[in-house]
């Protein structure tokens, strides 16, 4: 199922916080993003809705099977393409920025060739 850009970035952001906090409410996810908590909660409620998330009784947000690998996909995208992009001499922040860009619209067959060519960089390296 294709959603939406910001759908994908939420779903990422919520991995990412995961992975560092154990655990992640929708003000975590308002300070990450530097968005309202209301923006927040109106996308948190889509996500439930469309099966990516889970909402617990004390507010902490559990990523679904189905939100997982969206997010686990764009965070291999993510980051292969920041550290591919600063391998070829891009500030560590601008590449970050541009992978965030890159990575949702850029084709299975091309990211792959990326990634091939980016991990045959790192055996050499």
């Known amino acids: 199922m294709k ?21 992640v409410r929708s003000i975590d996810i308002a300070n990450e993003l530097g968005f309202s908590k209301p923006s927040v909660s109106v996308a948190m409620k889509s996500l439930r809705e469309n099966g990516y998330i889970d909402v617990s009784g004390d507010g902490r947000i559990i990523l679904l099977e ?11 995208r993510h980051t292969i393409l920041t550290n591919a992009l600063i391998a070829l001499g891009v500030s560590i922040e601008t590449a970050s920025e541009d992978a965030c860009k890159i990575e949702h619209i850029i084709s299975e067959e091309t990211f792959d060739a990326i990634k091939k060519h980016y991990d045959d960089y790192k055996k050499k390296a």
């Open 66 to 76: 189905s939100g997982i690998k969206i997010a686990e996909k764009l965070y291999e």
């Open 3 to 23: 959603i939406h850009q910001s759908a994908e970035n939420y779903l990422e952001t919520i991995y990412v916080l995961t992975k560092r906090n154990g655990s």
